[in-house]
């Protein structure tokens, strides 16, 4: 008797990363109107699944945009940033309910990304102010919304990596 494993298919939500040259196409499938976000999301937190599902109920989909590995260490987030590579960040994220698109960019902003996509809503965390979300102007010429959505959870990425390095 042979000794095998039993062969599993890949989890659905991993349809769910979506490289940038295929977004457009992509985008056609989800419903409407369409959040979108963006961030690192290096080391998924409570601040973060909280946030995001406040997200989605700003619309009927939502679309992360993660940034590359890349523009993670431009951002000076510190030398051994990001933590989980792009693959492992975006099936994180594409596991969470709340998402129904993971994609990435490598530039220092999404705009590229807005401009493709045309999100109805387009949201970031309370540490940003309305004016100053990339893509803000764009999204509201077009009649759309943008929203700047405060913490509920005193957590952060930085504040995790501290604590485990014991620099607290």
């Known amino acids: 008797m042979q000794n095998s494993l039993p062969i599993y298919p890949m989890p659905e939500f991993e349809n769910k990363c979506c490289p940038p040259e295929l977004l457009a196409e992509r985008i056609q499938l989800l419903t409407r109107p369409l959040v979108f976000t963006n961030g690192c999301f290096d080391i998924l937190h409570r601040g973060h699944v909280t946030y995001l599902a406040q997200a989605r109920a700003l619309g009927l989909s939502l679309v992360v945009a993660l940034n590359t590995d ?9 030398q051994d940033r990001p933590i989980n590579s792009l693959a492992h ?5 594409a596991s969470l309910g ?19 996509i045309q999100p109805e809503v387009l949201v970031k965390g309370g540490d940003w102010q309305v004016d100053q979300i990339v893509g803000s ?21 930085t504040q995790t990596l501290k604590k485990i390095r014991g620099d607290e």
């Open 70 to 78: 890349e523009s993670v260490r431009r951002l000076g987030k510190g």
């Open 89 to 93: 960040r975006a099936a994180v994220i």
């Open 98 to 116: 709340a998402v129904d698109l993971v994609t990435w960019f490598d530039d220092d902003t999404p705009l590229n990304l807005i401009t493709v």
């Open 137 to 157: 102007r764009e999204v509201l010429l077009r009649g759309g919304s943008v929203h700047s959505i405060p913490f509920l959870f005193n957590t952060s990425t």
